[in-house]
């Protein structure tokens, strides 16, 4: 027998469905709620509430599980390429080489950005933060393909829309980098896989080539795919909600990149150097900022330690520890960042304040020291993040769209003043 949650309001009671997921997960389904009791629930933050129904990313944030389509981000992290997992998220399966060979060719096709849009860099002050850049670039495409407005047209049309933004994406992070430094664009170029184009347009000048590393290839290969999807965080709630209006695809994304930006999110990354080297410069006393943090009083908090869902470990964060480790030996960087690094998460996972907390260090913890030693600016960090995101975002707008998800309207509960005469101005 199906299990029924039961309410008990007012004296009354009333039934309310329990749903299961593919894995085991259970939720009370309360869209009926309001109709049947006028009341609403109250749930700020959503640490409680499932916003959809979904079929991309699996997470037990208990356990520390995480897959993509049903395939264990250890496995693919480890033998997949970008672009696969990328068709992986989006059209619900692994590619045949056949499909993968169509898909990477239509992603090269499309790199270059319209000449006009050139003009639009240029506008933009040289201290402009790239995100800032990212989101409003992005956001800009939609004007140069109006047809891409109507996010409901043929498949073969919003396939255009999704390839075009896949292949764009880089050459628009490379650009807002290569902006910033008042340095001249290099093109994107057909004969380099996604991650090597987009290394070649961060670095490479008219001048001399950029010789792309293969260590550095595979480590942002795996970067990439480890930040591919996260079911609902509030980047893709924000994309899945803005979608739901019916808004087109280059839209919902820059919305995406604006809520990705924040500190709390994936701009952690960059908070996550930025506060080491602070530590560094005021004489490497970890103890003393571990405190910090400690102290209710002081609004310091760890950067890249604690996870809203992640209460045991960050599975990625496992994958990427490791890979930082191998990646530093490989390239000969012995940076001073890492050792104040190493110390901090050692002191805090022996400290009662974060252990009783479920406190260890999330996946943004350490992806700034791979991409510090790879050479990129920290504050393209969290562009780095939503190229890597991209994929899971285009999924779930493209979920949403395809399962004709109603407009995303949470409700409130008003605790404003009460009704009340207007005074005139001269009475105030
Ligand atoms: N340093 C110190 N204390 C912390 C930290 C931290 N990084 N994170 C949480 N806490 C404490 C809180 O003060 C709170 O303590 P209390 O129970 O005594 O009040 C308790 O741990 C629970 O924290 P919440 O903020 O309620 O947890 P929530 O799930 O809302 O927040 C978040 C999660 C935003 C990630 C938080 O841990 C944080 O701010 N971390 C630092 C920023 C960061 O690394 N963000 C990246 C997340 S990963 C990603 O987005 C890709």
């Not at 270059?112 to 800032?132: T, V």
């Not at 701009?267 to 970890?286: C, F, K, P, Y």
């Not at 990625?316 to 520890?321: H, L, P, S």
């Not at 990646?327 to 001073?336: A, S, V, Y």
Request: glycine share 6%.
């Amino acid at each position: 027998m199906s299990e029924i949650a039961k309410i008990e309001l007012g004296g009354q009671v009333f039934e309310f469905p329990v749903i299961e997921g593919t894995e085991k997960e259970k939720a009370i389904d309360i869209s009926k709620l309001r109709d049947m009791t006028g009341y609403i629930t109250l749930d700020t933050g959503y640490k409680n509430t499932g916003a959809t129904k979904s079929g991309i990313t699996f997470l037990d944030g208990e356990l520390g599980i995480l897959h993509y389509r049903g395939y264990s981000i250890e496995q693919l992290a480890d033998k997949a390429s970008f672009l696969e997992v990328a068709y992986l998220l989006i059209y619900g399966e692994l590619p045949t080489q056949a499909e993968l060979d169509a898909f990477i060719s239509s992603i090269t096709k499309h790199t270059l950005i319209h000449e006009d849009m050139k003009q639009f860099f240029e506008a933009y002050p040289a201290k402009a933060h790239p995100m800032g850049v990212l989101a409003s670039m992005v956001c800009s495409l939609s004007t140069f393909y109006p047809e891409s407005l109507d996010p409901n047209r043929s498949k073969e049309a919003k396939d255009l829309t999704i390839h075009r933004l896949l292949a764009k994406l880089p050459t628009l992070a490379a650009w807002s980098y290569k902006n910033a430094m008042r340095h001249p664009f290099m093109y994107p170029r057909n004969e380099f896989s996604y991650c090597e184009n987009f290394l070649h347009m961060m670095f490479a000048m008219p001048t001399e080539d950029y010789k792309v590393d293969p260590v550095v290839v595979s480590a942002l290969n795996k970067l990439l795919i480890l930040h591919a999807d996260h079911e609902q965080n509030c980047s893709t709630s924000t994309v899945r909600i803005v979608g739901s209006s019916q808004s087109n695809l280059y839209s919902s994304i820059s919305a995406g990149i604006s809520a990705l930006w924040g500190p709390l999110h994936g701009g952690a990354n960059q908070e996550v150097i930025e506060m080491l080297e602070q530590i560094h410069q005021d004489g490497g006393d970890v103890d003393k900022w571990v405190a910090k943090a400690k102290d209710k009083e002081d609004p310091f908090r760890l950067m890249g330690f604690g996870h809203r869902v992640y209460k045991n470990f960050d599975p990625r964060a496992t994958i990427i520890k490791k890979a930082c480790d191998d990646i530093l030996e490989k390239l000969n960087i012995n940076d001073p960042m890492l050792a104040i690094a190493k110390r901090l998460e050692q002191v805090a996972l022996e400290d009662e304040y974060f252990k009783s907390r479920n406190l260890y260090p999330n996946v943004d913890f350490y992806s700034g020291i791979i991409y510090k030693a790879l050479g990129i600016p920290t504050e393209m960090f969290t562009v780095m993040f939503s190229i890597g995101r991209l994929p899971g975002w285009i999924a779930q707008w493209k979920e949403m769209t395809e399962n004709k998800e109603p407009i995303g309207r949470p409700r409130q509960i008003y605790v404003g003043a009460t009704p009340r005469d207007y005074v005139d101005i001269s009475k105030r």
